[in-house]
């Protein structure tokens, strides 16, 4: 498994990869047999990295970042569940603080936009508008707020989000789809 952005909270580049030690075991042998796992990453041993690393780690254990998610996710559970109700909005899939709110042309028949309107991206302009950075997959909203986010910035932002919904795909709608 590789693992970078969240080890050093994303600020600087630190990467580490983890394997079973089955898998260790396979490429461990004398450096002359060249059986070694050529991998590793350009980020490998940044010294500011690894201290910010380490200082990332001690947050997460100090602040119980993990519990403290795991309710938030609950919260933004809840403030998600209020964006079914518009009518362009055909799922949101969430898992923690990982989301995709799934834009359609018709809830009911989860009939998708044509690519070429751009919906998820006119959105995400929207949301820019409105003082909020995202990214669309298509017409899927990628929302993955910060872990450190309170349930006041998590309610804002899902607020941003919805009313970039609400006026962009009634445009959209307003118009020969």
């Known amino acids: 498994m590789a693992a970078g952005k969240g080890i050093s909270g994303g600020y600087l580049p630190v990467a580490a990869t983890f394997t079973t030690e089955e898998i260790y075991m396979t490429f461990y042998d004398d450096y002359e047999k060249l059986k070694t796992l050529f991998h590793c990453h350009s980020y490998t041993g940044n010294q500011l990295g690894c201290a910010v690393e380490i200082e990332n780690l001690r947050l997460f254990e100090s602040e119980k970042i993990v519990e403290q998610v795991a309710q938030?996710?609950?919260?933004?559970?809840?403030?998600?569940?209020?964006?079914?109700?518009?009518?362009?909005?055909?799922?949101?899939?969430?898992?923690?603080?990982?989301?995709?709110?799934?834009?359609?042309?018709?809830?009911?028949?989860?009939?998708?936009?044509?690519?070429?309107?751009?919906?998820?991206y006119q959105v995400s302009l929207k949301m820019r508008?409105?003082?909020?950075?995202?990214?669309?997959?298509?017409?899927?909203?990628?929302?993955?707020?910060?872990?450190?986010?309170?349930?006041?910035?998590?309610?804002?932002?899902?607020?941003?989000?919805?009313?970039?919904?609400?006026?962009?795909?009634?445009?959209?709608?307003?118009?020969?789809?």
């Open 72 to 120: 938030k996710a609950e919260d933004l559970d809840l403030l998600l569940n209020e964006l079914q109700s518009l009518p362009h909005v055909g799922d949101i899939r969430q898992l923690g603080f990982m989301c995709g709110v799934e834009l359609v042309h018709s809830k009911e028949t989860k009939v998708a936009y044509p690519s070429k309107k751009r919906v998820g």
């Open 129 to 177: 508008e409105l003082g909020m950075l995202t990214r669309p997959l298509g017409d899927v909203i990628v929302f993955m707020p910060s872990l450190a986010s309170t349930r006041e910035e998590l309610k804002a932002m899902v607020t941003i989000m919805k009313e970039a919904i609400i006026e962009e795909t009634n445009e959209v709608t307003s118009v020969e789809v």
